[in-house]
């Protein structure tokens, strides 16, 4: 049996799988907003706003804090950092492809080596009058593509059906094997990796072959990487006050 990741990746993967809600996070990267001000660049309703808005809190990637009448919203990067590690155990898939589909996937401690690597990009900065730029075709194609990859990785059953294939390729009967369901639920899980473009199929005489396409996963990593300064920001902050601690107590 299938040994399943925390039910929060879940919930953090679901939360990014919406364009709006990921607009959203980065103009928190820039400081606490009231929910009006986080509405404004939007040509929607306050209260289709407001649900975005609580998705992201049941995946504690957003904090309100009220203070009288005036609820203000802030960003916590937690989760992100979770979804991060387990994105960058598979770092070693799109750097280097398997030639023979047997690599393993790297150990966790090994997870956060891609950031170390990898320097995040500028944040966005988020406007009632963004450039048009944001509307071309390429970024409306990128925000597809990302909507896909996070929603196909919001499934513990998806997940755990990529690190199978991150071992080596798989026919779907024994891509089965190893969880509690038929086959054709899992040929649903399947269908969804493969419009993610995360799993391709090639077929071997009367055999459908599934190998891992870890290249979606890169583009998802080099998203959240964006707000690494933030969880960095917050171990550096922790290694200040233990240093001080010991001081104080020596």
Same mark, same amino acid.
């Given at each position: 049996m299938v040994k399943y990741q925390p039910k929060s990746l879940d919930a953090t993967f679901g939360a990014l799988g919406?364009? &709006?809600?990921? #607009?959203?996070?980065?103009?928190? =990267?820039? %400081? !606490?907003a009231r929910v009006t001000e986080l509405a404004a660049p939007f040509s929607v309703s306050l209260p289709a706003v407001s649900k975005h808005l609580r998705v992201l809190e049941s995946a504690d990637l957003l904090i309100? *804090? +009220?203070? %009288?009448?005036i609820q203000r919203c802030r960003l916590d990067t937690d989760p992100l950092q979770k979804a991060a590690d387990w994105?960058?155990?598979y770092q070693r898939h799109w750097? *280097?492809? $398997?030639t023979d589909h047997g690599n393993p996937? $790297?150990?966790? %401690? !090994? #997870?956060t080596r891609f950031f170390t690597? @990898?320097?995040?990009? /500028?944040?966005?900065?988020? &406007? +009632?009058? $963004?450039p048009s730029t944001i509307f071309n075709r390429s970024v409306k194609l990128d925000c597809e593509a990302l909507?896909?990859?996070?929603?196909?990785? /919001?499934? #513990?059953?998806?997940? =755990?059906?990529?690190?199978?294939?991150a071992f080596t390729e798989s026919s779907l009967t024994e891509l089965a094997a190893p969880f509690n369901m038929s086959l054709p639920a899992l040929t649903k899980h399947l269908r969804v990796l493969e419009l993610a473009g995360l799993v391709a199929r090639e077929k071997h %005489?009367?055999? @459908?072959?599934?190998?891992?396409?870890?290249?979606?996963?890169?583009d998802a990593a080099a998203w959240i990487g964006r707000y690494r300064v933030f969880w960095e920001k917050q171990f550096d902050a922790l290694a200040t006050y233990l240093e001080e601690s010991d001081r104080e107590k020596t």
């Open positions: 919406d364009s &709006t809600r990921r #607009a959203i996070l980065a103009r928190l =990267a820039q %400081g !606490e309100r *804090e +009220k203070n %009288g009448r994105l960058a155990l750097e *280097e492809p $398997p996937i $790297p150990p966790d %401690g !090994e #997870a690597t @990898n320097p995040a990009p /500028a944040i966005f900065p988020l &406007t +009632k009058n $963004p909507d896909a990859t996070f929603s196909a990785l /919001a499934d #513990a059953t998806r997940r =755990a059906m990529l690190i199978c294939l %005489g009367r055999v @459908n072959l599934c190998r891992l396409v870890a290249a979606p996963m890169q």
